[in-house]
């Protein structure tokens, strides 16, 4: 695998430039622009605090459940907004793909590190809220936190690219993957802890690795705790999904200028 070639190294200024475009062309005519990087998030942990609080109580560890659900929901809105615009990077493109050479998979990586920005927005919110709660933070456990999110951004860009490849030849992928996107909302801890799944089934549970991600997030931001062995499952099986999404792109990647 060419490293460089695949995080868009020797094209670094047209990744640079197509991320400025995606961002700019996001917001341009926005009412809003960058709240909705907040208000997305927010809206889902206030619906769900008002479900689990005062009709389906769930216990969060004496954590309030708007912060505990808005700390996930930070992370899993960055999943799945980079998935959906991954998954449509190529085709919305097709005139430049059709047109021009450049490694194909600069627009899905630019679309995922376009929505950066909206984390770290909503990010501020988060720490916003972490002091208005009183919640401690230890600046050690501080250091992981660029950790776990680069480990996400592995499990990202492997879904991501095998979703764009796989678009441009079926283009009801879309579809499934918003489908498979909501499913795996449920299949993560983002609503419920994960002290809610039986004991017995916490290693297969773990073998999504959103579980150990955003339970890593909440272990740093909430518990002030170190995350546990499941951190380190995540990141293996996101540097599995990583490698099988550039392999299945690159082998399919001559074929899209000819398909679309």
Known sequence: MNVSRFLGYQYGDLLLAWIARTIRARYKQSLLGGLWAVIQPATAAIIFSLIFTYFVPIDTEGIPYLLFSYTAMVPWTLLTASITDMVDSLVINM??????????????????????????????????????????MDPFLLFLLPMVVVIQLM??????????????????????????????????????????????????????????????????????????????????????????????????????????
């Open 155 to 260: 499990l990202v860009l492997g879904v991501g690219l095998i979703g764009a490849a796989l678009n441009v030849f079926y283009r009801d992928i879309r579809h499934v993957v918003g489908l498979g996107l909501q499913i795996w909302l449920y299949a993560s801890p983002v609503i419920y802890p994960v002290g809610r799944v039986p004991e017995s089934l916490r290693t297969f549970y773990f073998l999504n690795p959103m579980a150990g991600i955003i339970e890593s997030y909440r272990d740093i931001l909430l518990h002030q705790r170190m995350p546990g062995a499941y951190l380190l499952a995540s990141m293996a099986i996101a540097v599995a999904i990583m490698a099988l999404g550039y392999v299945l792109f690159k082998r399919l990647e001559l074929q899209f200028a000819d398909v679309v």
């Open 95 to 136: 005139n430049l793909i059709s047109k021009i050479y450049f490694p194909r998979e600069v627009l899905p990586i630019a679309a995922m590190l376009a929505r950066l920005l909206d984390f770290g927005i909503a990010f501020l919110v988060l720490t916003i809220l972490l002091l208005f709660f009183q919640i401690p």
